[in-house]
Each structure stands twice: as C-alpha cells, then as structure tokens.
C-alpha cells in the first residue's frame, strides 16, 4: 500500500498550493464582501487549465485524474471556499455530466468553453424538491421539433455567471425519477430568466440564483443524455460532486486549523502565548486528528474513481465526515480566536460562516447518513426508504 502522491500529483499540488496563495487569498475578503465570485481570478484559473482540469486534453482539458482534481480544489478552499465551490459545480456537476452523456458534438461544441473559463451551472433543485428531486415540477414538452419549458429552479450555484446551463425536467410527468430528462440550455435562451443572488451567510462569492424557465424552443438535439434518463446521470454527477466538496471541506478545515494556530501563538494572555494552554491545545490535537481523518477518506474515494470502482458510498462518508470536521474545526478555530472571532476582520469568521453551507450544498448531511445507512443495511438484507 502507497499512501504517497505520485511525482506528478506533487507537482500539481505545488502549482495549485501557489495559484491559491498568490492569485485567490490575495481577494477572498472581497469577494466574500462583494458577493460575487472573483471573476479575474477564475480566469487566470482558466489560463492555467484549472477550470478544465479533468477534461480530456483533446477537449481543451488537462486530464487530470480525480485524486489530481482533488488536490486543486482542496488548495483553492484553503484560501477561499467560494472559489472551490464554484470551480467544483463547474466541473463535477456541469462539465463531467457533459462529458458523460453528450455526444460527440456536444463535447466539441461545449466542453472546450467551459476549459476555456466560461462557467457552467447545474440546474436540478425545485422549490418543492430538494432532498428529493425525483419529482420534479418543471416541465418539458417537445412540439414543432423542439423542447419548450416550464418551472422554476431555485439554488443555482453560478446561476448568474454560467454561460451553460444542464436543466433537469420532466418529461414524463407523472412517472417519477423515469421521466426526467437532462438539457443543455445557454444563457441567451430566450426563455430563461435569471433571478437575483440568493442572500447566504456564507460562500457569498458563490453566485448563487432562481431560474425561471418559460417557454422555448430549444432544438430537439440538445437534449443530453437518453430521454427519461436524466435520473440516472443526476446521480453520478452527485458523486462526483459529493467527492469534490469532501475535498472543499478539506481544505477549508485546514484553514481555518492554520488560522488558528498563528492567532494561538501570537495572542498572550496570563503571561504567554494562549498554545501554551491545555485547553487549546486539545482543540489543535482533535481538528489535526480529524482532518487527517478525512484526508484518507478523500484520497481512498479518489482513487477509487480513479481505478474505475465504485466510489459512492465512500465519496457519501467522504462528503458527510468532511463537512462536519470543517465545521468543527471552523467552529473551535473561531472559539481560540476569542471576540476576535466574531469580528468580521478576521478570516475565521468568513471560514466558520462558509464552512456551514458544506453541511447542505451537495445533499444534506442526513441524506449522506442515510446512503451510508442504506448499503450497510443491504449488506444485511435490509432494504431502507429515505
Ligand atoms: C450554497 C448552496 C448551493 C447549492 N447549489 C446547487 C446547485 O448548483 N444546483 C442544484 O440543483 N442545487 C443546489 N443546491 C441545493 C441543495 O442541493 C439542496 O439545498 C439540498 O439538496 C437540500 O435540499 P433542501 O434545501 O430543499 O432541503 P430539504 O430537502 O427540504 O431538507 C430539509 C431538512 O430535512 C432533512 N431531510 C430531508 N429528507 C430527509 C430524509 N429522507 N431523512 C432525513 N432527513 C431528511 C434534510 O436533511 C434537512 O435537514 C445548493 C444549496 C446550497 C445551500
């Protein structure tokens, strides 16, 4: 067994940790201020091929395997967790659901865009369907050769920056998860209106919108994937993205450890510096041990997709430990840090606001518990509902 990166992923996680220290930590206090996502620095990212890391290279990509992906986005969360979020929604959600199911002239009309630093967006939460999206009430009807819409999606991470769109609807109303269906819809669609930035407590450089769809058409050939088969694809592109936020929750976990740390070994209190108490001390202990924890469970869910394996159940434990330890660790990095933390001008406070997000966006952390719940109840014989 080899718990080392290879040489490359090294290399890589060099220039990621270097991208994130010079170009993304410099204006993540901005962007968390301005609530808008750093739109210069994504397209340095681009520049870099960051925002096509996983995409095969003939399709402007840089072929990067998942552990490799992993790695820039763990960087970028150590610096701002908008930035990774944004980037994961990006790619494991918009732009590996493309290279999934489109066809071959989807992929070349689509993906070297999206390489190229234009965004995409992933439409599937409803008002009336979150943790359940397998009834959806948006419509999609087919008349005169092309698809005509109706509904509404709420929660749209890049809603308002995304030049491409994957719209899930139903196209079977009435069927459930066999009757909906994935689209690509761009920007200018008529038919698609973008609503204002939802107001967060965190990730607020996390262009995040309503959609309101309403009308068409869209031509019949940009449907993506089999009709009725959109089901199917939502769910892989949620594993991918369960593992890409476990590898956010990662990097903002150590954040907000290293914020932590300098503010413990430069503030004094009862005559030295507060890493001298106990009690500190025991909450560095637990987070470095945590995050530890979910560095392993990040790189075997990793490698796993990389090997071609099943990795949905690891990527759910992966997703659902990560989310936690980052808010446990924002949460006692924050009480180290004293009135000092609840001070908007230090970092932390931005971490532990940012961090709570981590334990919803993706699936809740209850779901997550549950599909973990579900494949060990299986391997018992018992067969569970959410
Ligand atoms: C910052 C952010 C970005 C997002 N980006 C996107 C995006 O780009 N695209 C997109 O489509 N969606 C996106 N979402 C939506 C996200 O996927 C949903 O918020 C999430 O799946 C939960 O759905 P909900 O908010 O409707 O909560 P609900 O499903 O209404 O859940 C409410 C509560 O009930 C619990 N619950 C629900 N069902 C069960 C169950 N069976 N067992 C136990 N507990 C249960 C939940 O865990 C939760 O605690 C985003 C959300 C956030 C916060």
Redesign the pocket.
């Known amino acids: 067994m080899d718990f080392n990166l290879s040489e490359e992923q090294q290399m890589f996680r060099d220039l990621f940790r270097d991208f994130a220290e010079k170009e993304v930590a410099p204006v993540a206090e901005h962007t968390d201020h301005t609530e808008a996502p750093p739109a210069a620095v994504l397209q340095k990212a681009a520049a870099q091929g960051f925002l096509g890391a996983p995409f095969p290279e003939a399709l402007g990509g840089a072929a990067m395997d998942q552990l490799t992906y992993c790695l820039l986005l763990e960087a970028l969360a150590q610096q701002c967790a908008s930035t990774a979020?944004t980037v994961a929604?990006h790619t494991s959600?918009a732009g590996l659901t493309l290279l999934e199911a489109g066809t071959a002239a989807q992929k070349e009309a689509y993906l070297p865009r999206l390489a190229g630093g234009e965004l995409g967006?992933?439409?599937?939460?409803e008002p009336d369907?979150?943790?359940?999206?397998s009834v959806l009430q948006t419509r999609a009807v087919l008349a005169n050769g092309g698809w005509h819409f109706d509904g509404v999606?709420?929660?749209?991470?890049?809603?308002g920056t995304a030049g491409l769109y994957l719209v899930?609807a139903a196209t079977e109303p009435g069927k459930g998860p066999a009757g909906l269906s994935a689209f690509i819809v761009e920007k200018s669609a008529p038919y698609l209106v973008v609503g204002h930035r939802e107001p967060?407590l965190g990730?607020r450089g996390?262009d995040?919108r309503t959609l309101y769809l309403e009308g068409g058409p869209l031509p019949e050939g940009e449907l993506l994937g089999p009709l009725n088969g959109g089901w199917a694809l939502a769910q892989r592109a949620q594993d991918r993205f369960k593992l890409a936020l476990a590898a956010v929750s990662l990097g903002v976990a150590e954040n907000a450890l290293a914020l932590g740390v300098r503010f413990a070994v430069e503030r004094k209190q009862f005559g030295t510096a507060i890493a001298q108490k106990g009690a500190i001390q025991t909450y560095l202990a637990d987070c470095a041990t945590e995050i530890e924890s979910v560095r392993h469970l990040v790189h075997h869910a990793a490698w796993l997709a990389d090997q071609g394996q099943p990795y949905a159940r690891a990527a759910a434990m992966a997703k659902y430990l990560g989310a936690r330890v980052a808010k446990d660790t924002a949460n006692k990095m924050l009480q180290v840090h004293g009135g000092y933390g609840f001070s908007d001008e230090y970092a932390i406070s931005r971490v532990y606001r940012d961090s709570r997000?981590l334990k919803?966006?993706?699936?809740?952390?209850?779901?997550q518990?549950?599909l973990v719940a579900q494949a060990v109840l299986q391997e018992a014989g018992v067969a569970i509902q959410?």
């Open positions: 979020v929604v959600l967006a992933f439409a599937l939460t369907a979150g943790s359940d999206t999606k709420s929660w749209v991470s890049n809603g899930f967060t990730l996390l995040v997000a919803i966006v993706g699936g809740t952390d209850e779901v518990r549950f959410p």
